[in-house]
């Protein structure tokens, strides 16, 4: 089997059930009802730990095709990125929806007052263009390079997520500080290669 | 000092096993409604109003901070196996006129035990109603004679990695240490618990013997004590070292001063779905403001 093939027909599919396993299992649990005591926070902190595992996932397809020269794992940067804003999205909601309960003006104050809800909410916000512009028809409106130069902002939204999840965990960092190792170690990668090879993120 | 052991039934022991192996049910169907239709009825303590309902006990024991154990709030549930109850003692020491190494066996027998159902605010910005099982703490100081001295009251949990896996790593500086004001330890609603839903504390929930101060934010009501020490300076405890601007010593439930990180104002009362107002000391005002009276509760938080 030759590597498209190989990512067509293994490496795809079983990157599509490996990023929505997470989310089945939330659902089971939901309506099995094996959710914490706390049912909101499970789900909030199940959703934005796996939203930002899956963005960290995206941006190490870029270092990965550089380091094995496996140009055709690049495929997976979509979906693994479409995947994280999914699950983000869900967080996001939830928060919204059930924590908040859309009250517009506590969700406001809570925007205003604590900085790990405004850097979550600043971050969620960068991606949203990123999610819209994610198909091949943006890619092409938009032009290679414009586009590229747009989707740099998910360096900047992961970096935020990785800080949210740091600045509201109550003293025992150190899940959040591993994310921030992985985010390190795959910007630090990107540093040697960006001459040779200027592409998007 | 020599302790010596009683060597006749352990009060632990005196529960019908089958009670015991089948206490989930019991509990459920039996206690839980005794208590439930009882909570009006006992006076003074119990505040809990109509629509405050017990926290069911799954939840009670099956989401704990009790970070010896890990800081996932199952964690403790899934851990606290490790922990031996039995043999414990727990030392009352320090300014008093007689310092003594209780057995807990002993305690149980000499301070008989009523049901008290207390809300439990945490800091995080959750509550629960939970039925304890336990006796005032002002009776077990009374017993050893407080010095003129004595101003503060610490505790100290158990240290032992061996048993406490969460120990292995520094998140905390161990041993967990907490500490009172001699009269918010005296004061009647100070609990020593030693159960819950009218059976033996589990190990999750600070077996066998843990504080309970309703009006203040759960960190407060230490678990699994090992000491009691009577002292003349305020003690330094454990969330107050780690973070200083974050957990003060008072601690009280206060929703006009909110956490660094988070408000106050508003808590989630566990199985339910809409957050609820939180009420100054957790809704014991009339009990404990004037424990505070011309304190800068913003100063002193």
């Not at chain 2, 956490?259 to 009339?286: C, M, V």
Request: charged content about 20%; proline content about 7%; glycine content about 6%.
């Amino acid at each position: 089997m030759n590597r498209a093939r190989l990512t067509a027909w293994v490496i795809r599919p079983t990157v599509f059930v490996a990023s929505l396993t997470p989310f089945a299992l939330l659902l089971w649990d939901v309506f099995t009802g094996n959710l914490s005591a706390n049912p909101i926070e499970d789900i909030t902190h199940r959703t934005g730990r796996w939203g930002l595992t899956l963005l960290l996932a995206t941006l190490s397809i870029t270092p990965l095709v550089r380091v094995t020269g496996w140009s055709q794992l690049m495929k997976l940067r979509r979906p693994l990125g479409l995947f994280a804003f999914f699950y983000l999205a869900c967080h996001f909601g939830v928060y919204i929806a059930l924590d908040q309960l859309l009250s517009v003006s506590d969700i406001l104050e809570d925007i205003a007052s604590r900085p790990y809800v405004t850097v979550g909410f600043a971050s969620f916000v960068l991606l949203i263009p990123l999610a819209v512009t994610s198909t091949k028809g943006m890619v092409r409106r938009l032009g290679g390079k414009r586009w590229a130069r747009l989707h740099r902002l998910v360096y900047l939204a992961a970096a935020g997520g990785v800080l949210h999840y740091l600045w509201l965990v109550k003293i025992d960092k150190r899940d959040p500080m591993i994310y921030a190792g992985v985010l390190v170690v795959l910007l630090l990668l990107r540093l040697g290669g960006r001459r040779r090879k200027p592409s998007g993120p | 000092m020599l302790i010596k052991r009683p060597n006749d039934i352990r009060a632990s022991e005196i529960t019908d096993e089958s009670v015991y192996w089948n206490r989930r049910d019991f509990i459920g169907t039996t206690a839980g409604a005794a208590v439930a239709a009882a909570m009006p009825f006992v006076p003074g303590f119990v505040r809990a109003e109509q629509d405050e309902k017990l926290t069911p006990y799954d939840a009670v024991t099956s989401y704990n901070n009790f970070y010896e154990f890990g800081t996932g709030k199952a964690d403790p549930s899934r851990n606290a196996h490790t922990l031996r109850v039995r043999p414990w003692t727990v030392a009352v020491e320090g300014e008093v006129h007689k310092p003594k190494v209780f057995d807990i066996e002993e305690i149980l027998k000499s301070f008989p035990t009523e049901e008290r159902v207390y809300r439990l605010r945490c800091v995080e910005a959750w509550s629960m109603v939970i039925p304890w099982m336990g006796f005032p703490l002002g009776s077990l100081l009374r017993a050893v004679e407080p010095t003129s001295r004595a101003r503060f009251v610490e505790f100290v949990t158990l240290h032992d990695p061996e048993q406490m896996p969460g120990q292995r790593r520094n998140v905390l500086p161990w041993p967990y240490i907490e500490g009172l004001r001699l009269d918010e330890a005296m004061h009647p609603l100070t609990l020593l618990a030693t159960g819950l839903y009218g059976e033996i504390l589990p190990n999750q929930n600070g077996a066998p013997i843990r504080l309970v101060v309703p009006w203040k934010y759960g960190f407060k009501s230490i678990k699994s004590i090992v000491r009691i020490r009577l002292v003349s300076e305020q003690p330094h405890t454990t969330w107050n070292v780690a973070l200083p601007h974050e957990y003060g010593f008072y601690a009280n439930v206060n929703p006009d001063v909110d956490h660094p990180r988070w408000s106050q104002k508003k808590e989630r009362r566990i199985g339910k779905l809409f957050k609820q107002d939180t009420l100054l000391f957790n809704g014991y005002a009339a009990e404990v403001a004037d424990l505070y009276a011309g304190m800068d509760l913003t100063r002193y938080f």
